[in-house]
C-alpha cells in the first residue's frame, strides 16, 4: 500500500484526490476540484463544466483553502460549505462557490491560489460524524467518534449536537456491530496510509455499512513530527482491569456484575470517580460493606449482605443488580424477585442514562401517586396483573408503614445516635489527650464500630424515607394535584440542618454568634467528607462577612391547601389523614439532613485522629489518604513509631504509584460486560433540575478556583457533600454538578433555598458546562445552554448616515455610541441603512438588531 508522509498532507481537495484510488475500505464521492482564479477568469465555462460532470445530482461546494486542515492548525468550520446545491443549475452553482470564496475574502488579501472543492452530496446517509484517531486529553489510544444517526450529514461538524462514542484502539472488530466494524477497519486503512499522525476524519455510513470518507486532516492540536506511541503498556493495563472485573461474580446471576458509577448510593458523587485509598476503605466501611442494606431491612426490604461497592482500576462503582434486589419487599417470592432483577437490568439497558436514577425511574421501590400508571410498564415485560399487583402491593405495604411508623422509627434512631455521641465524646478526649499510637488505633476502631452500628444504619433508614417523601411531593404535581410552582414551594418551606446553618452563619457574620458556638455546631464539616487532606470548618477561618440576601421561609406554602393531598390519598386508596401525612412529608426531608449531618460528626472525627497518629509518626497527610482501614486495624501494640513510619510511606508510594497508573484509564460510567472497556459510549445524562426558574449568569467553576467570589453566579461542582455547605450563606444564583441524583443532599439544598440547579450532568454536559463563561440555566424545560452576555453578543446598529463641514461622509449617531455602552454595557455593531444588500447581515445570527430610521430593511428581514 502507497504511504503518505505528513509532510504532504496538503489541502482538503488534495488530500481526497491523493487518497481516492488508494483505499478500499471505503469511498470518497466524485470530485471537481476548481481553482479561484480559473473561476474568476472563466465563470460561465467553470459552472458549465460542474453541471456536465455532476448530470443533475444533488452537490456540496466545499471549502478547501490552504489556511485550513493543515499539520499546525485545523481552522475546522471556519470557511462556508453549501449542502444541497442543484448541480442542474447555474445560477445556484455560481452563487454557492461565490459564497464560499466571499467566506475566503474575509481574512485573506488574496484569494486567487486557493480551491473550492465539488463533491456529488451523499445520499442514504444512515448515520455520520467524525473520528479523531486518538485521545488527545488523555494521550490515549482510542478512537472518539461523534456521530448523529438522524440521518443529517453535518449536525456534528456545524455543531448541533451528537452522540459520543469511545472504541479502544486494539478492539478486534469482529467484537464491534457492523457499521463500528466498517468504520474502524476503513479508519485503520487510512492510518496505515498516512502514518505518524493523530487524523480528525469525517465519515458517513449508509445502509450497506458503507464508509464514506468527506475528509482527511490532521489532528491539529495532537501533532508532534515525531510522536510515534507506543501503546503496548497501556493495552497491558486495560487489559490487567477487565481481568479485575472478570472475576467479580454476581452471586444474584453467577455472571460477571454488572456496575455503574453513579447508580443508588452515588461513590462518584460522595467520593469521586477517582479516589485516594482511604476515602474508598472509610466510604465501604461505614456504608457500603453493610449499612446500606441493614438499616433499609427493618424497613421490610430484602435483606442481602454482600458488599454493594466494587473498584474496577481505581473507579468505585456500585453493583446494579444488587441495588435492585434489596429494593423489592421482603415478603415477595423469591421467584418474582429474580423476574423483578431481571426487568430492572432490561429497562436500564435499553436507557443508560438512566443509571444515576434507577429508584426514580427503572425500579418500583416505594408507593406514589404515579406508581399504579407507571407499574403497567410491567405488563409489556410478561409479567401478569396478578404479578404486578403483588408487587405494588407489597411497596405499598412498605409505604404506608414507613408513614405510620415515622415517629416510632426516628425515636429508635435517635437512641442509636445517642449511643454514638456517647462514643464520640470519649474519642474526643482520647484526640486531646497525649495517648500513644496503639491506643488511638483502638480508638478509631472502636468508633468507626460504633459509626457503622449506631449511625450510618440509621442514616441510610433516614435517607429511604426522605426518599419515599420526595416521592410523593414530586409526582403531586406529575399527577395533577398540585402545580410545580406548588410543590417546589413547599420543599423551600420546610426547614433542615441547612436552614440553621445559614441562619447561624448569618449570626455568626453580624457578630451575634461568637466563632466557638459556629465552631462547636459546624466545626466538624469537610468540603470532601471522607477527605482527610480536606480541612474542617474549624481550621478554615471563616472571614465573618454575609454576602446572602436572607429570604424568609415562605409560609404560603407551608400551609399549602390540604383538599388536592386529600384527594391524593383517597384516590390511591392512603388512608392516612392529610395533615398526618403532610407531617411525614416535612419530617421526612428533615431527619435525612438531621442523621446525615450527625454521622458526619464521627467520620470527621475518625479522620482527626488519623491526622493524630501522623503527627506521631512524622507521616505528612498526603501520605495518610493513601492508607487503609485494614491498614489502622494491622497496628500492633508493640508498634513502633519508626517502624510505622517506615511502613506506611512504603504503601504510599506503592499506591501513589499505582493510583497514577489506573488515572490514565479511560473507564465506563457503566459497565454490562468485558466489552464496556472497549466500547465506551459517553451518555447524554439526564440532569436533576431543581426549581421551575430560568436564570443566566457567570460561570464559577469552583474547584478550580477556591478563592472565586461566588456571589450571584453560577456554581460549578464535580460533586459536593455537607462540607459545601457555607456556598449556600453567598447568595449564588445557581448551582451545577456532575455527579448527584435527585434525591440528593444538594438536591435537598437547593430546593430548599429555592436556588435553579442542575444536579448530575454527567461527563458530556459538564465538560460543556466547563467551557462557558457565562450560561442560561432553565429549570423548567430542562435546558443548559450558553448565555449571550454583553461581551459576546452579536449586536448590530442601523446607521444614519450625514456630512461633516469638510464634505465627508459621517455616522450622525457616533456621539449616541456611549449612551449606548451606558445603558446596555457594550456598543453595536453599525451598519448602514444603504447596504444593498443587507439580506447579507443575516448570514450569521444577530442577537440583537436596533434599526434607527425606520423602514431602512425589507419588512423580511425584521
Known amino acids: 500500500m502507497e504511504k503518505i508522509t505528513g509532510n504532504i498532507i496538503s489541502t482538503k481537495a488534495n488530500t481526497l484526490y491523493a487518497m481516492k484510488n488508494l483505499i478500499k475500505k471505503a469511498r470518497i464521492e466524485k470530485m471537481y476540484i476548481l481553482k479561484v482564479e480559473d473561476f474568476w477568469r ?40 453549501i449542502l444541497d446545491v442543484d448541480s442542474a443549475s447555474l445560477e445556484e452553482i455560481q452563487d454557492s462557490v461565490e459564497q464560499v470564496i466571499a467566506s475566503y475574502q474575509e481574512d485573506m488579501e488574496s484569494v486567487l491560489g486557493e480551491q473550492v472543492l465539488i463533491q456529488r452530496q451523499a445520499t442514504d446517509v444512515c448515520l455520520s460524524g467524525v473520528i479523531f484517531t486518538r485521545d488527545l486529553k488523555g494521550d490515549r489510544p482510542y478512537y472518539l467518534v461523534n456521530y448523529d444517526d438522524r440521518g443529517s450529514t453535518d449536525s456534528v461538524t456545524s455543531g448541533r449536537g451528537g452522540k459520543m462514542l469511545w472504541i479502544a484502539k486494539d478492539i478486534m472488530p469482529k467484537k464491534l456491530p457492523p457499521h463500528w466494524k466498517s468504520l474502524v477497519q476503513a479508519v485503520r486503512e487510512v492510518e496505515n496510509i498516512i502514518e505518524g499522525i493523530p487524523l480528525d476524519i469525517e465519515f458517513a455510513i449508509d445502509s450497506n ?224 489527650s497525649d495517648a500513644g499510637i ?101 481550621a478554615m477561618n471563616f472571614r465573618p462577612v454575609s454576602a446572602r440576601n436572607k429570604t424568609p421561609k415562605n409560609s404560603k406554602y407551608l400551609d399549602i391547601d390540604l383538599a388536592p393531598l386529600k384527594k391524593a390519598l383517597d384516590d390511591n386508596g392512603i388512608d392516612i389523614p392529610e395533615k398526618d401525612f403532610k407531617k411525614f412529608l416535612i419530617k421526612g426531608i428533615e431527619q435525612r439532613e438531621y442523621f446525615k449531618f450527625e454521622f458526619t460528626k464521627s467520620l470527621s472525627l475518625v479522620l482527626e485522629l488519623i491526622r493524630k497518629i501522623g503527627n506521631i509518626a512524622e507521616v505528612r497527610v498526603e501520605d495518610l489518604s493513601w492508607l487503609s482501614v485494614a491498614d489502622i ?69 469552583l474547584e478550580d478556583d477556591k478563592d472565586a467570589d461566588i456571589t450571584g453566579r453560577i456554581v460549578v461542582l464535580t460533586k459536593a457533600d455537607p462540607g459545601y455547605e457555607w456556598i449556600f450563606t453567598k447568595n449564588i444564583k ?42 442560561e440555566l432553565d429549570c423548567k424545560n430542562g435546558e443548559i445552554k450558553p448565555g449571550i452576555q454583553y461581551n459576546n453578543l452579536h449586536a448590530l446598529i442601523t446607521q444614519r448616515e450625514g456630512v461633516n463641514a469638510y464634505g465627508d461622509p459621517t455616522d450622525i449617531l457616533e456621539s449616541a455610541y456611549m449612551r449606548f455602552y451606558e445603558l446596555m454595557g457594550f456598543i453595536p455593531k453599525p451598519v448602514s441603512n444603504h447596504n444593498r444588500n443587507i439580506e447579507k447581515l443575516f448570514d450569521d445570527k444577530i442577537d440583537l438588531l436596533i434599526v434607527v430610521g425606520g423602514g431602512s430593511l425589507q419588512p423580511e428581514c425584521y
Open 438 to 538: 496503639y491506643e488511638i488505633a483502638k480508638g478509631i476502631l472502636e468508633l468507626l464500630n460504633t459509626l457503622e452500628t449506631y449511625g450510618t444504619p440509621q442514616f441510610a433508614r433516614q435517607a429511604r424515607i426522605a426518599f419515599i417523601a420526595r416521592s410523593f411531593i414530586r409526582t403531586l404535581s406529575e399527577a395533577g394535584y398540585y402545580s410545580h410552582e406548588e410543590t417546589d414551594g413547599f420543599m423551600k418551606s420546610i426547614s433542615t440542618v441547612s436552614s440553621a446553618f445559614n441562619d447561624d452563619f448569618e449570626q455568626f457574620s453580624n457578630n451575634k454568634m461568637s466563632s466557638e458556638e459556629f465552631y462547636a455546631k459546624y466545626g466538624h464539616l469537610r468540603s470532601d467528607t471522607y477527605d482527610i487532606r480536606s480541612e474542617r470548618y474549624d
Open 209 to 432: 455499512n458503507e464508509i464514506i470518507l468527506f475528509q482527511v486532516r490532521p489532528l491539529a492540536a495532537g501533532y508532534h513530527e515525531t510522536d510515534i506511541k507506543d501503546d503496548h503498556a497501556f493495552f497491558l493495563l486495560k487489559k490487567k482491569v477487565r481481568e479485575q472485573y472478570e472475576r467479580k461474580v454476581d452471586i444474584i446471576t453467577g455472571r460477571t456484575m454488572k456496575l455503574s458509577d453513579m447508580a443508588f448510593w452515588n461513590p462518584s458523587e460522595i467520593i469521586g470517580t477517582n479516589p485516594k485509598t482511604l476515602d474508598y476503605s472509610l466510604y465501604r466501611e461505614i456504608i457500603t460493606h453493610n449499612a446500606w442494606n441493614s438499616g433499609i431491612n427493618k424497613l421490610g426490604y430484602r435483606k442481602l449482605d454482600q458488599d454493594l461497592m466494587y473498584q474496577v482500576g481505581n473507579k468505585p462503582y456500585i453493583n446494579l443488580n444488587y441495588s435492585f434486589y434489596s429494593l423489592i419487599p421482603a415478603s415477595v417470592s423469591e421467584g418474582l424477585a429474580m423476574r423483578l432483577v431481571d426487568f430492572y437490568q432490561k429497562r436500564l439497558e435499553e436507557d443508560l442514562s438512566a443509571h444515576d436514577k434507577i429508584e426514580f425511574e427503572i425500579a418500583y421501590s416505594s408507593y406514589d401517586f404515579m406508581t399504579e400508571k407507571n407499574s403497567l410498564k410491567m405488563l409489556e415485560y410478561g409479567f401478569t396483573e396478578e404479578e404486578r399487583r403483588t408487587l405494588i402491593d407489597a411497596v405499598k405495604e412498605i409505604t404506608i408503614d414507613a408513614v405510620n411508623n415515622q415517629d416510632r422509627l426516628i425515636k429508635e434512631d435517635m437512641e442509636s445516635l445517642a449511643v454514638l455521641d456517647k462514643c464520640r465524646d470519649k474519642m474526643e478526649q482520647l484526640r486531646r
Open 42 to 81: 472563466d465563470k460561465e465555462r467553470v459552472c458549465q463544466e460542474i453541471r456536465e460532470r455532476f448530470e443533475g445530482s444533488r452537490i456540496v461546494v466545499r471549502s478547501s483553502s490552504t489556511q485550513e486542515d493543515s499539520l499546525k492548525y485545523s481552522n475546522a468550520g471556519h470557511y462556508k460549505s
Open 633 to 701: 486495624r494491622a497496628i500492633r501494640k508493640d508498634v513502633q513509631s519508626e517502624a510505622l513510619k517506615e511502613k506506611w510511606l512504603e504503601l504510599a508510594y506503592t499506591r501513589r504509584k499505582q493510583y497514577r497508573e489506573y488515572r490514565t484509564l479511560l473507564l465506563p460510567e457503566v459497565i454490562l460486560s468485558p466489552l464496556s472497556f472497549d466500547i465506551i459510549p459517553v451518555y447524554e445524562a439526564r440532569p436533576n433540575f431543581i426549581t421551575s426558574k430560568r436564570i443566566e449568569g457567570e460561570v464559577v467553576m
Open 734 to 775: 445557581g448551582f451545577i454538578t456532575k455527579y448527584g441524583g435527585a434525591a440528593s443532599h444538594m438536591a435537598i439544598r437547593c430546593a430548599e433555598f429555592d436556588i435553579p440547579a442542575a444536579i448530575g450532568c454527567g461527563e458530556k454536559i459538564y465538560n460543556a458546562v466547563s467551557k462557558m463563561d457565562y450560561l
